[in-house]
């Protein structure tokens, strides 16, 4: 089991930046953000798996930068250009599928953390 423990969400007015932490108890190959607004289905914002390319939802692309830090077990995300549709409860997950995946399904055995809030306002 690894424990995921998420950081840095907050409140900023659209344009704003907000940058997310993640940090894990131990190492996994990939792990990934998703987000989930009130009413809305969660869904996967960006992925990293060892050694591959980043993975990134359309909407964020170009607005957004997931990063990872081995030596820390630490996971990032850096939101730019935030827009109010950025709002959401924001999780980070951990698993062992072996590519930078944006799908939850791909994380239903792995691990999860208790989410960090987003707000943009307009």
């Known amino acids: 089991q690894v424990q995921l423990v998420e950081s840095g969400g907050g409140s900023v007015q659209a344009g704003g930046s907000l940058r997310l932490s993640c940090v894990a108890s131990r190492y996994t190959y990939t792990m990934a953000w998703f987000r989930q607004a009130p009413g809305k289905e969660r869904e996967g914002v960006a992925a990293?798996?060892?050694?591959?390319?980043?993975n990134y939802a359309d909407s964020v692309k170009g607005r957004f930068t997931i990063s990872k830090d081995s030596a820390k077990n630490t996971l990032y995300l850096r939101m730019n250009s935030l827009k109010p549709e950025d709002t959401a409860m924001y999780y980070c997950?951990?698993?062992?599928?072996?590519?930078?995946?944006?799908?939850?399904?791909?994380?239903?055995?792995?691990?999860w953390g208790q989410g960090t809030q987003v707000t943009v306002s307009s």
């Open positions: 990293i798996a060892t050694g591959g390319s980043p």
């Open positions: 997950a951990a698993g062992w599928v072996g590519h930078s995946s944006l799908l939850e399904d791909d994380f239903r055995t792995g691990n």
